[in-house]
């Protein structure tokens, strides 16, 4: 029954799916005063290679675009137009000749950096470029301070690794794709978003809750999509400089090149070090480590609209050398010292292919494809750590409707090939799999932006160590009044776990490190599933002619087999499935308003109710703050003629109280964490469109954690741990960048 399920969903990728359309016609007034309608006016979406051209009645039919709202229409001897759309499917335009330009007065406001749309079905939020610059530079997993949906904080005092959280839930539960294509998972989990630069990242999309069927089964909490920069859209040149107070040296360096009307390519450089030495807490360990690394990345992108195709070809190698430890240059050792050394190498390709049929512009096919060889060498002290991923991914894409755009389908197929090699601890224990799938899948979505619209998806997957299974998962949004929506959401997902490269935190202690084997295809044992279904709204508001919001979201996590990390045991860390329940609850309230036209205002307050049965009980997660609150306040001065302005950012983050392990020998907060708050800033001089300077501070309040190492004088026990961190080690950091453009 199962395989012929499957080879249904396979014949139904045979049928179509669409895109949504924006339609009118284009047109001017002549002498007459009688309309004309114009015939081969270009319109398109700025900042992207989808455009079309109007035929000899004036009509044109585009697609939207995901990463612009802004669409440009130009023609000889009219005046350029431009208009930001926003919630409508039709637009006429009407053209003005050059002869008859008067002189303009604009009236600018900026566009929001963080958007939410009232339209989509998904609970989506779309991060711009210029988000993360408010960042203190340098990687993706730096560049959600100012972002109320993620979560971050330190794994270990070690390793100086910050991981981020949605919902309540780590990294391993959320999908990161890179326009797409799944990226950080398995050996990447922990360090894969911090060998992103962020200077890299035109975009990012964040959704809520389970993802879309089109992006395989692994999305539980959520999925986080990162858009690179477009050869096409790029200035010639860029470069970004950037040195911290703590001796962390940045180097950015693009190179755009046009080599035809229809080929074009783009160099990326990052380079990155620093050899300084800090020990402020005098425990006899590096307050962050000493690394140096080197990313290159070269991508082509191909575009012809005359025949509806866009193509993209890139190349990536990443080298990266950690180090970390005890200070051996500044301390006494009798013994010989605890270190850490992480090296590692990768290697990326991919190729990606898009057809939308001119002539049927919501008929349209796409293919990618994928591969990376991850190369991970490391050691924490004593113990060992070597894992190698030689991973292989493709997916098949078809889009068109049935009947009108209000009624669409999507289906395809998608093909996983993942090869590990993992060695692990003073056993020099080999732990080697081959994990390969394929999955069918197909979704219907059905969008009347009037009041309802519906994303309803299923996939069957056949996968060699998980089995074969079906993943449903549906997306409702109803708007009963303007200004006004709801969204609700239920989906179902599975985890082919990596134990060791998801925790590479429990190297750094003096644990036991145990597995109770099941006989399952993991370790011994049985993969994770998990249910997600939340409930979000949506309230804008007009306050003093200017706009804001209130989103209140709601979303509960129930797991299956979860594989449970256990910390609770003094010398011990176990891991084993679950038995009983497992739940994370999240629970959000969020304001966004304008202040005025140069102000924007961005406050939440989040609570978490994570819990699970452990051997020892059914506990709230380690680790995991029971509230947050967050305080977001953007001031830009109105830009002059040549582009300067000042960009001024402030953000306040009040992180609650989390619960210690047991035997964390804390008994000073009696098992809990205490409170604290978090302060970042940064300043930017806008000198031109072309140069800018910024100065900034993380942790600007100088909150640390005092003995984020236990038993740093014993590195060699079974009591050393460096995992209990739940506050900063370092404060502040104080640093200054340079961008230019040429």
């Known amino acids: 029954m199962k395989i012929k399920l499957f080879f249904f969903i396979i014949f139904l990728s045979l049928n179509s799916y669409s895109q949504e359309l924006l339609s009118g016609k284009i047109s001017f007034l002549n002498k007459e005063n009688k309309i004309v309608f114009l015939e081969g006016a270009s319109v398109y979406w700025k900042d992207s290679s989808i455009g079309v051209i109007s ?104 390793t100086g690794v910050k991981q981020v959280r949605m919902l309540g839930l780590e990294s391993p539960y959320l999908l990161i794709t890179e326009e797409n294509i799944p990226m950080v998972r398995g050996a990447s989990q922990v360090y894969g978003l911090s060998f992103i630069p962020g200077p890299w990242v035109e975009s990012m999309q964040i959704t809520k809750g389970t993802g879309s069927v089109v992006n395989g089964f692994e999305s539980i909490s959520g999925q986080i999509n990162i858009e690179l920069k477009k050869p096409v859209n790029e200035a010639p040149v860029f470069i970004n400089v950037f040195r911290s107070e703590m ?46 690394g080197f990313n290159f990345f070269n ?82 002290g004593l113990r060992d750590y070597n894992i190698k991923q030689n991973s292989f991914y493709s997916s098949f894409l078809y889009n068109s409707i049935i009947g009108n755009t209000m009624n669409k389908i999507k289906t395809g197929l998608n093909f996983y090939y993942d090869d590990f090699e993992e060695i692990v601890d003073q056993t020099k224990t080999n732990y080697n799999r ?53 969204r609700f959401s239920i989906g179902s997902g599975r985890k082919s776990s990596n134990i060791f490269s998801e925790n590479q935190e429990i190297f750094s202690t003096g644990r036991e490190i145990k597995i109770k084997n099941e006989n399952g295809n993991f370790y011994g044992l049985t993969p994770e599933k998990a249910l997600n279904y939340g409930l979000s709204f949506r309230q804008g508001f007009n306050l003093n002619n200017q706009d804001g919001d209130i989103t209140i979201d709601y979303y509960v996590t129930d797991f299956e087999n979860q594989i449970v990390v256990d910390w609770e045991k003094q010398g011990q860390l176990s891991f084993y499935n ?39 009980g059914f506990k709230q997660n380690p680790l995991t703050p029971k509230n ?34 047991i035997h964390s020998d ?44 236990l038993s740093s004088e014993n590195p060699f026990g079974m009591n050393f741990d460096s995992t209990l961190v739940y506050a900063p080690i370092i404060a502040p950091m104080l640093y200054l960048g340079i961008r230019l453009k040429l």
């Open 55 to 158: 035929d000899k009645n004036g009509n044109y039919s585009i697609p939207f675009s995901e990463n612009s709202n802004i669409l440009v229409v130009k023609m000889l001897g009219f005046k350029e137009y431009s208009l930001t759309i926003n919630n409508v499917k039709t637009y006429d335009f009407k053209l003005i000749e050059e002869s008859n330009e008067l002189n303009e007065v604009i009236v600018s406001k900026r566009k929001n950096t963080i958007q939410k749309s009232y339209f989509k079905t998904q609970n989506i939020v779309n991060v711009s470029s210029d988000e993360l610059l408010k960042a203190a530079c340098c990687n993706v997993s730096e560049s959600f301070e100012t972002n109320p949906s993620i979560d971050v904080s330190y794994s270990n005092a070690i």
């Open 247 to 292: 001796g962390r040296n940045e180097f950015n360096f693009h190179l755009n090149k046009k080599l035809n009307p229809k080929l074009n390519t783009i160099f990326f450089v990052h380079a990155d070090n620093n050899t300084s030495i800090h020990d402020n807490n005098s425990d006899g360990f590096l307050d962050h480590p000493t690394f140096k």
């Open 299 to 380: 991508r082509y992108q191909y575009t012809d609209l005359e025949k509806g195709i866009v193509s993209f070809l890139g190349f990536r190698y990443m080298k990266n050398d950690k180090k970390a430890g005890e200070d051996v240059a500044n301390l006494k050792l009798k013994r010989m010292a605890w270190v850490s050394e992480i090296k590692t190498d990768r290697f990326d390709s991919n190729f990606k292919l898009g057809y939308v049929n001119p002539r049927i512009p919501y008929r349209s096919t796409g293919f990618q494809m994928a591969y990376s060889a991850h190369n991970q060498k490391s050691f924490f």
């Open 434 to 486: 081959i994990d390969k799938s394929i999955g069918g899948f197909f979704e219907y979505s059905y969008d009347n932006l009037d009041d309802v619209s519906l994303v309803a998806g299923l996939r069957y997957d056949i996968h060699n160590n998980l089995g074969s299974f079906l993943t449903p998962r549906m997306h409702v949004r109803y708007q009963p009044f303007e200004k006004s929506v709801l």
């Open 578 to 616: 679950l038995e009983g329940k497992s739940y994370a609850k999240s629970f959000q309230i969020e304001l966004d308003y304008s202040i005025s036209n140069n102000i924007n205002f961005k406050s939440a307050f989040k609570n978490y109710n994570v819990k699970k049965q452990y051997n020892s």
């Open 628 to 661: 947050r609150f967050f305080i977001n306040i953007d001031f830009f001065s109105t830009p002059k003629n040549n582009g300067s302005q000042w960009k001024f950012d402030f953000t306040y983050n009040r992180i609650g109280k989390q619960r210690l392990p």
């Open 666 to 709: 804390q008994s000073l907060f009696n098992g809990w964490s205490p409170s604290y708050t978090l302060l970042n800033s940064q300043l930017t001089r806008v000198f031109s469109e072309n140069f800018e300077i910024y100065f900034g501070g993380e942790n600007i309040g100088s909150y640390t954690q005092e003995n984020p190492i």
